[in-house]
């Protein structure tokens, strides 16, 4: 491939509005209950690596939520991150989260009809996708392994769940977690600011992956927003723990933690792409 680093996908799909559902009270999690042999971690604001001396990486996973064009190559991708690389001098990676307007074909974009949606209805439209983008998009099936949906909104519970396990996707980057410090409306200046007391807050305290959601929109309304979110790239680059991942690479830390001296960036085999064929 031209572009030097590894690209993940994620769906990002309808708007639907119903809270998570089950007929019964899920089982409480717990280390007897929960093992990570089992692919099962609770949910927990304390980092497996507690050695403060011998600390856990930073890792941050930034999501590119735009439509996959030549333009965005070109004007982001390209001066962002072509040749950018993590502490260990390895290429940085990113993730995709196809924009809704990608996916015309969906069934229905009603909240109702998904509120009410089977099993088998989210199974068509995830695994759907997950077709398309391998038939027509030359994307490798094992490469399209995670599911986000719009901020705040969420699918049918526990039926969505399962529907994404049996369409083999390992992750759902849907929901959100609260912020010390909401964001208010600043300067190009002090948004460059605020993301690097962000990462550093996090990175100071229980270093959890951070999620950071990458969109073309910013820069054509902010003055010199190219200019300052490269700022923010080039200090987080000076950081030797701090790792620029895909979040299915946070996902396979998350399964064997190691310590931020022992990390290395995964190099993903891009000789699995198969020549393109299709034409729509």
């Known amino acids: 491939m031209m572009m030097k680093v590894a690209l993940f996908i994620a769906f990002c799909c309808v708007c639907v509005g119903s809270l998570p559902t089950s007929d019964k009270a899920a089982e409480k999690c717990t280390a007897n209950n929960c093992k990570i042999e089992d692919d099962c971690r609770c949910s927990s604001i304390d980092n497996p690596i507690t050695d403060k001396d011998n600390p856990a990486l930073q890792s941050i996973a930034i999501n590119v939520s735009a439509p996959v064009v030549q333009t965005l190559y070109d004007n982001d991708l390209a001066p962002f991150f072509f040749d950018r690389k993590n502490p260990d001098v390895v290429d940085v990676k990113l993730t995709f989260d196809p924009s809704p307007p990608l996916f015309i074909y969906r069934n229905n974009g009603s909240q109702e009809y998904w509120q009410e949606a089977t099993l088998e209805d989210i199974e068509e439209e995830f695994g759907g996708q997950k077709i398309i983008s391998t038939t027509f998009a030359n994307i490798p099936a094992e490469d399209i392994v995670g599911v986000r949906t719009n901020p705040l909104q969420f699918m049918n519970g526990d039926v969505s769940i399962n529907a994404f396990v049996n369409s083999?996707?390992?992750?759902?980057?849907?929901?959100?977690?609260?912020?010390?410090?909401?964001?208010?409306?600043?300067?190009?200046?002090?948004?460059?600011?605020?993301?690097?007391?962000?990462?550093?807050?996090?990175?100071?305290?229980?270093?959890?992956?951070?999620?950071?959601?990458?969109?073309?929109?910013?820069?054509?309304?902010?003055?010199?927003?190219?200019?300052?979110?490269?700022?923010?790239?080039?200090?987080?680059?000076?950081?030797?723990?701090?790792?620029?991942?895909?979040?299915?690479?946070?996902?396979?830390?998350?399964?064997?933690?190691?310590?931020?001296?022992?990390?290395?960036?995964?190099?993903?085999?891009?000789?699995?792409?198969?020549?393109?064929?299709?034409?729509?």
């Open 168 to 280: 083999d996707l390992k992750y759902d980057n849907s929901w959100p977690t609260l912020s010390r410090e909401p964001m208010l409306p600043g300067t190009a200046d002090e948004i460059s600011t605020w993301l690097l007391e962000q990462v550093a807050l996090v990175k100071n305290n229980n270093r959890a992956p951070l999620t950071l959601r990458l969109n073309s929109y910013w820069f054509s309304f902010t003055k010199n927003g190219y200019e300052r979110f490269t700022k923010f790239l080039n200090e987080v680059g000076k950081l030797d723990e701090v790792f620029l991942v895909s979040v299915q690479d946070v996902v396979d830390w998350i399964k064997n933690t190691v310590l931020a001296t022992a990390y290395a960036t995964p190099v993903h085999d891009d000789s699995k792409l198969r020549s393109y064929k299709h034409r729509w």
